[in-house]
Protein backbone atom coordinates (compact mmCIF):
# COMPACT_ATOMS: atom_id res chain seq x y z
CA UNK A 1 0.00 0.00 0.00
CA UNK A 2 1.42 2.96 -1.00
CA UNK A 3 2.35 5.65 1.28
CA UNK A 4 0.33 8.78 1.92
CA UNK A 5 2.73 12.17 2.53
CA UNK A 6 2.50 13.88 5.81
CA UNK A 7 1.46 17.04 6.42
CA UNK A 8 5.01 18.16 7.41
CA UNK A 9 6.03 16.73 4.23
CA UNK A 10 3.71 18.43 2.16
CA UNK A 11 5.40 21.78 3.70
CA UNK A 12 8.91 20.94 3.48
CA UNK A 13 8.16 20.34 -0.19
CA UNK A 14 6.16 23.70 -0.55
CA UNK A 15 8.97 25.20 1.38
CA UNK A 16 11.34 24.14 -1.13
CA UNK A 17 9.56 26.02 -3.80
CA UNK A 18 9.13 28.84 -2.13
CA UNK A 19 12.80 29.34 -1.28
CA UNK A 20 13.85 28.23 -5.21
CA UNK A 21 11.09 30.91 -6.34
CA UNK A 22 12.97 33.43 -3.98
CA UNK A 23 16.68 33.16 -3.97
CA UNK A 24 16.90 31.50 -7.26
CA UNK A 25 14.13 32.69 -9.53
CA UNK A 26 14.47 36.24 -7.98
CA UNK A 27 11.39 36.97 -7.13
CA UNK A 28 10.11 38.75 -4.24
CA UNK A 29 7.77 37.12 -0.93
CA UNK A 30 5.01 38.88 -2.18
CA UNK A 31 5.43 37.83 -5.76
CA UNK A 32 6.38 33.93 -3.98
CA UNK A 33 3.04 34.20 -2.08
CA UNK A 34 1.17 35.13 -5.47
CA UNK A 35 2.57 31.85 -7.67
CA UNK A 36 1.95 29.19 -4.96
CA UNK A 37 -1.83 30.91 -3.87
CA UNK A 38 -0.68 31.36 -0.10
CA UNK A 39 -0.33 34.78 2.28
CA UNK A 40 3.19 37.05 1.97
CA UNK A 41 3.16 35.63 6.12
CA UNK A 42 3.15 32.00 4.86
CA UNK A 43 5.07 32.97 1.88
CA UNK A 44 8.17 34.35 4.33
CA UNK A 45 7.78 31.31 7.03
CA UNK A 46 8.06 28.81 4.19
CA UNK A 47 11.16 30.92 2.65
CA UNK A 48 12.03 30.83 6.23
CA UNK A 49 11.63 27.01 7.24
CA UNK A 50 13.34 26.23 4.24
CA UNK A 51 16.25 27.98 5.53
CA UNK A 52 16.31 26.03 8.87
CA UNK A 53 15.89 22.28 7.40
CA UNK A 54 18.73 22.86 5.54
CA UNK A 55 17.68 23.20 2.09
CA UNK A 56 19.32 26.61 0.90
CA UNK A 57 22.53 26.60 0.49
CA UNK A 58 24.64 27.69 -2.76
CA UNK A 59 21.93 26.03 -4.57
CA UNK A 60 18.77 23.89 -3.40
CA UNK A 61 19.32 20.53 -4.38
CA UNK A 62 16.92 17.40 -4.99
CA UNK A 63 14.36 16.86 -7.83
CA UNK A 64 12.56 19.52 -6.48
CA UNK A 65 14.25 22.05 -7.59
CA UNK A 66 14.75 20.84 -11.56
CA UNK A 67 11.21 20.49 -11.08
CA UNK A 68 10.68 24.38 -10.08
CA UNK A 69 13.00 25.02 -12.88
CA UNK A 70 10.77 23.39 -15.30
CA UNK A 71 7.87 25.13 -13.56
CA UNK A 72 8.90 28.37 -14.40
CA UNK A 73 10.25 27.90 -17.90
CA UNK A 74 6.34 26.41 -18.28
CA UNK A 75 4.91 29.35 -17.42
CA UNK A 76 6.62 31.90 -18.91
CA UNK A 77 6.42 29.51 -22.12
CA UNK A 78 2.59 29.28 -22.46
CA UNK A 79 1.38 32.59 -19.61
CA UNK A 80 0.33 30.15 -17.13
CA UNK A 81 -0.64 31.62 -13.71
CA UNK A 82 0.38 28.67 -11.98
CA UNK A 83 2.25 25.26 -12.57
CA UNK A 84 3.44 22.53 -10.68
CA UNK A 85 5.78 19.87 -12.05
CA UNK A 86 6.69 16.64 -10.28
CA UNK A 87 8.78 13.95 -10.49
CA UNK A 88 8.60 11.19 -12.82
CA UNK A 89 9.74 8.32 -10.72
CA UNK A 90 7.73 5.51 -12.41
CA UNK A 91 9.62 3.58 -15.46
CA UNK A 92 6.30 2.56 -17.32
CA UNK A 93 3.25 4.51 -16.19
CA UNK A 94 2.00 7.66 -15.12
CA UNK A 95 3.17 9.29 -12.14
CA UNK A 96 -0.77 9.03 -10.72
CA UNK A 97 0.49 9.02 -6.90
CA UNK A 98 2.69 12.07 -7.49
CA UNK A 99 0.91 13.93 -9.49
CA UNK A 100 -2.37 13.03 -7.19
CA UNK A 101 -0.03 14.24 -3.73
CA UNK A 102 0.59 17.39 -5.57
CA UNK A 103 -2.90 18.03 -6.59
CA UNK A 104 -4.70 17.13 -3.78
CA UNK A 105 -1.93 20.16 -1.27
CA UNK A 106 -2.71 22.71 -4.37
CA UNK A 107 -6.95 22.15 -3.96
CA UNK A 108 -6.24 21.78 -0.10
CA UNK A 109 -5.04 24.94 -0.45
CA UNK A 110 -7.48 26.48 -2.39
CA UNK A 111 -9.94 25.57 0.24
CA UNK A 112 -8.34 27.33 2.58
CA UNK A 113 -8.19 30.51 0.50
CA UNK A 114 -11.94 30.35 -0.45
CA UNK A 115 -13.84 28.31 1.94
CA UNK A 116 -17.20 29.29 0.36
CA UNK A 117 -16.27 28.96 -3.21
CA UNK A 118 -17.84 26.38 -5.92
CA UNK A 119 -15.11 24.33 -7.70
CA UNK A 120 -16.06 22.62 -11.26
CA UNK A 121 -15.27 18.71 -10.71
CA UNK A 122 -14.39 16.61 -14.41
CA UNK A 123 -13.16 13.56 -14.71
CA UNK A 124 -9.94 11.38 -15.23
CA UNK A 125 -7.57 8.79 -13.49
CA UNK A 126 -5.61 12.03 -12.04
CA UNK A 127 -8.40 13.69 -10.72
CA UNK A 128 -9.54 10.63 -9.13
CA UNK A 129 -5.65 10.25 -8.39
CA UNK A 130 -5.98 13.60 -6.54
CA UNK A 131 -9.22 12.79 -4.48
CA UNK A 132 -7.35 9.68 -3.28
CA UNK A 133 -4.25 11.59 -1.73
CA UNK A 134 -6.53 14.52 -0.60
CA UNK A 135 -6.79 14.37 3.51
CA UNK A 136 -10.15 14.32 5.21
CA UNK A 137 -10.87 18.27 6.41
CA UNK A 138 -14.20 19.90 7.09
CA UNK A 139 -15.18 22.55 4.54
CA UNK A 140 -19.02 22.14 4.46
CA UNK A 141 -19.23 25.82 2.89
CA UNK A 142 -17.36 24.54 -0.35
CA UNK A 143 -19.70 23.21 -3.27
CA UNK A 144 -18.40 21.00 -5.53
CA UNK A 145 -20.55 21.02 -9.07
CA UNK A 146 -19.83 18.00 -11.91
CA UNK A 147 -19.23 19.85 -14.93
CA UNK A 148 -20.20 16.57 -17.06
CA UNK A 149 -22.62 13.89 -17.43
CA UNK A 150 -21.65 10.58 -15.58
CA UNK A 151 -23.40 7.72 -15.79
CA UNK A 152 -21.52 4.99 -17.50
CA UNK A 153 -20.90 1.11 -17.51
CA UNK A 154 -17.58 1.30 -15.32
CA UNK A 155 -17.94 2.45 -11.67
CA UNK A 156 -14.59 3.27 -11.53
CA UNK A 157 -14.29 5.46 -14.07
CA UNK A 158 -17.58 7.05 -12.77
CA UNK A 159 -17.69 10.86 -12.13
CA UNK A 160 -20.14 10.39 -9.42
CA UNK A 161 -17.50 8.09 -7.26
CA UNK A 162 -15.20 10.96 -7.45
CA UNK A 163 -18.06 13.68 -6.67
CA UNK A 164 -19.15 11.25 -3.33
CA UNK A 165 -15.48 11.22 -1.98
CA UNK A 166 -14.60 14.93 -2.60
CA UNK A 167 -18.27 15.40 -0.41
CA UNK A 168 -17.62 12.55 1.88
CA UNK A 169 -13.90 13.91 2.65
CA UNK A 170 -14.95 17.27 3.09
CA UNK A 171 -18.45 17.90 4.44
CA UNK A 172 -19.10 19.88 1.40
CA UNK A 173 -21.87 19.61 -0.81
CA UNK A 174 -21.66 17.94 -4.09
CA UNK A 175 -24.10 18.47 -7.13
CA UNK A 176 -24.30 15.63 -10.38
CA UNK A 177 -25.31 15.59 -13.70
CA UNK A 178 -27.76 12.68 -13.68
CA UNK A 179 -27.20 12.03 -17.97
CA UNK A 180 -24.52 9.79 -19.74
CA UNK A 181 -21.02 11.48 -20.81
CA UNK A 182 -21.67 11.05 -24.29
CA UNK A 183 -25.71 11.05 -25.45
CA UNK A 184 -26.52 8.52 -28.46
CA UNK A 185 -27.35 11.61 -30.69
CA UNK A 186 -27.02 15.13 -30.69
CA UNK A 187 -30.99 15.52 -30.70
CA UNK A 188 -30.95 13.38 -27.40
CA UNK A 189 -28.09 15.51 -26.33
CA UNK A 190 -31.02 18.63 -26.64
CA UNK A 191 -33.57 16.77 -24.87
CA UNK A 192 -31.45 16.00 -21.93
CA UNK A 193 -30.19 19.15 -21.65
CA UNK A 194 -33.53 20.65 -21.33
CA UNK A 195 -34.26 18.83 -18.18
CA UNK A 196 -34.59 21.28 -15.35
CA UNK A 197 -32.61 19.58 -12.95
CA UNK A 198 -29.80 19.08 -15.71
CA UNK A 199 -29.73 22.82 -16.17
CA UNK A 200 -29.60 23.77 -12.32
CA UNK A 201 -26.48 22.17 -12.38
CA UNK A 202 -25.21 23.52 -15.75
CA UNK A 203 -26.48 26.75 -13.86
CA UNK A 204 -24.35 26.08 -11.09
CA UNK A 205 -21.18 25.40 -12.99
CA UNK A 206 -20.96 28.73 -14.19
CA UNK A 207 -20.51 30.19 -11.05
CA UNK A 208 -17.38 27.80 -10.72
CA UNK A 209 -14.33 30.16 -10.05
CA UNK A 210 -12.20 27.18 -10.22
CA UNK A 211 -12.38 24.26 -12.57
CA UNK A 212 -10.44 20.84 -11.81
CA UNK A 213 -10.20 18.93 -14.57
CA UNK A 214 -8.37 15.99 -16.30
CA UNK A 215 -6.59 16.32 -19.95
CA UNK A 216 -7.25 13.02 -21.74
CA UNK A 217 -5.06 11.30 -24.52
CA UNK A 218 -6.46 10.92 -27.83
CA UNK A 219 -5.93 6.86 -29.63
CA UNK A 220 -6.85 3.15 -28.53
CA UNK A 221 -5.31 3.83 -25.62
CA UNK A 222 -7.34 6.53 -24.42
CA UNK A 223 -9.24 6.28 -21.05
CA UNK A 224 -12.22 6.59 -22.28
CA UNK A 225 -11.68 3.65 -24.52
CA UNK A 226 -10.51 1.82 -21.67
CA UNK A 227 -13.41 2.37 -19.20
CA UNK A 228 -15.77 1.68 -22.18
CA UNK A 229 -17.45 5.14 -22.51
CA UNK A 230 -16.37 5.41 -26.23
CA UNK A 231 -15.35 2.79 -28.77
CA UNK A 232 -12.39 2.75 -30.38
CA UNK A 233 -13.79 3.39 -33.92
CA UNK A 234 -15.12 6.69 -32.32
CA UNK A 235 -11.19 8.05 -30.51
CA UNK A 236 -9.76 7.13 -33.70
CA UNK A 237 -12.31 8.91 -35.75
CA UNK A 238 -11.55 11.93 -34.01
CA UNK A 239 -7.29 11.42 -34.24
CA UNK A 240 -8.04 11.29 -38.19
CA UNK A 241 -9.94 14.57 -37.99
CA UNK A 242 -6.77 15.85 -35.86
CA UNK A 243 -7.70 16.23 -32.14
CA UNK A 244 -4.39 15.39 -30.07
CA UNK A 245 -6.58 15.71 -26.58
CA UNK A 246 -9.85 15.84 -24.99
CA UNK A 247 -11.61 17.93 -22.24
CA UNK A 248 -14.95 16.92 -21.18
CA UNK A 249 -15.58 15.14 -23.99
CA UNK A 250 -14.32 17.76 -26.55
CA UNK A 251 -11.44 17.79 -28.53
CA UNK A 252 -8.44 20.03 -29.06
CA UNK A 253 -5.63 20.00 -32.17
CA UNK A 254 -1.92 20.42 -31.12
CA UNK A 255 -2.24 24.11 -31.67
CA UNK A 256 -5.26 24.49 -29.44
CA UNK A 257 -8.14 25.10 -31.35
CA UNK A 258 -11.15 23.41 -30.96
CA UNK A 259 -11.74 20.31 -33.16
CA UNK A 260 -15.78 19.39 -34.01
CA UNK A 261 -16.44 16.16 -33.94
CA UNK A 262 -19.50 14.16 -33.93
CA UNK A 263 -18.31 13.48 -30.09
CA UNK A 264 -18.38 16.82 -29.51
CA UNK A 265 -21.91 17.29 -30.35
CA UNK A 266 -22.93 14.82 -28.33
CA UNK A 267 -21.10 15.62 -24.98
CA UNK A 268 -23.08 16.51 -22.14
CA UNK A 269 -20.86 19.13 -20.68
CA UNK A 270 -20.07 22.97 -21.43
CA UNK A 271 -19.12 24.01 -24.86
CA UNK A 272 -15.34 24.77 -24.33
CA UNK A 273 -15.39 28.27 -25.37
CA UNK A 274 -17.49 28.94 -22.17
CA UNK A 275 -14.93 27.61 -19.63
CA UNK A 276 -13.58 30.47 -18.03
Known amino acids: MARVPSQTEDEASLAIRAAWL ?30 QIGAVKVSIEGDVAECVRLEVELSARYGLDYCEVVPDIELHEAPLRELGAAGAAFLRR ?38 LGGLTRNYAANPFD ?88 HFFAADGRVVATGLSARALSPALDSLH
Do not use: C, Y
Request: charged letters at 20%.
Open 22 to 51: HFIGGLTQGQVAERLGVSSVKAHRLITRAT
Open 162 to 249: VMHRLAEKTHGQAWTMPVPFFANTADDRRVLLAQRGVQEVLDLAGEAKMLLVGIGAVGTSANLVAAHVLEREEIEAAAAEGAVGELLG
Open 110 to 147: EIEAHPNSVIGIGNGRTLSAVVSELRREAAPGVRFVSL
